[in-house]
T-cell receptor, first 115, second 114 residues
Framework: EPEVTQTPSHQVTQMGQEVILRCVPI?????FYWYRQILGQKVEFLVS????????KSEIFDDQFSVERPDGSNFTLKIRSTKLEDSAMYFC?????????????FGEGSRLTVL | AQKVTQAQTEISVVEKEDVTLDCVYE???????LFWYKQPPSGELVFLIR??????QNEISGRYSWNFQKSTSSFNFTITASQVVDSAVYFC???????????FGRGTSLIVHP
């Protein structure tokens, strides 16, 4: 069964360092998302991406965040200068479309620990 | 604005008990979609079910069943004869028809003891 894959599964970094989280969405999906879950808290929307551009973003997604689809398969989230409060599980998701069902399929998450 | 409330933060049951996880939502949209996701201890988010606002028919899948009631804006999830493997955090989510971004509730942690 097709699935969303994410790497790395866990990354530890020092405050102020740049981090890139990678995702390979399901191949026939057109919409891509990043969500964040701080430990024990709710799953929060960060950004959605369609047709090679950001289609929607939350107020969490400030200037230190960026997303990119550098090739036909990868979808990346970059955090330029990490802060302690960026420590969280980051989930990538993809969906076929937005009409009708449009359920999101999530990857297994990348746990980011900022020291 | 959309809102999803899962009032139960944690539920603890003994194996084989039935358990119902509550989800109450708020939206002004007439077309919307409701979802349940499971997050086991390993951390991934697993899609369980989708229901659209026009379909109030309840659904049963094995030991899982979902009760959607528009009159009370609720979409509750029942696990019959719970098992230890059901232990997880369960999230309810709402996606309005005019958006493709689901909003998640805070989740209910279900602990099933042997």
């Amino acid at each position: 069964e097709p699935e969303v894959t994410q790497t790395p599964s866990h990354q530890v970094t020092q405050m102020g360092q740049e981090v890139i989280l990678r995702c390979v969405p399901i191949s026939n999906h057109l919409y891509f998302y990043w969500y964040r879950q701080i430990l024990g808290q709710k799953v929060e929307f960060l950004v959605s991406f369609y047709n090679n551009e950001i289609s929607e973003k939350s107020e969490i997604f400030d200037d230190q965040f960026s997303v990119e689809r550098p090739d036909g398969s990868n979808f990346t989230l970059k955090i330029r200068s990490t802060k302690l409060e960026d420590s969280a599980m980051y989930f990538c998701a993809s969906s076929v479309g937005t009409g009708g069902t449009g359920e999101l399929f999530f990857g297994e998450g990348s746990r980011l620990t900022v020291l | 604005a959309q809102k999803v409330t899962q009032a139960q933060t944690e539920i603890s049951v003994v194996e084989k008990e039935d358990v119902t996880l509550d989800c109450v939502y708020e939206t002004r949209d007439t077309t919307y979609y409701l979802f349940w996701y499971k997050q086991p201890p390993s951390g991934e988010l697993v899609f369980l079910i989708r229901r659209n606002s026009f379909d109030e028919q309840n659904e049963i899948s094995g030991r899982y069943s979902w009760n959607f009631q528009k009159s009370t804006s609720s979409f509750n999830f029942t696990i019959t004869a719970s098992q230890v493997v059901d232990s997880a955090v369960y999230f309810c989510a709402l996606r309005p028809g005019g958006s493709y971004i689901p909003t998640f509730g805070r989740g209910t942690s279900l602990i099933v003891h042997p």
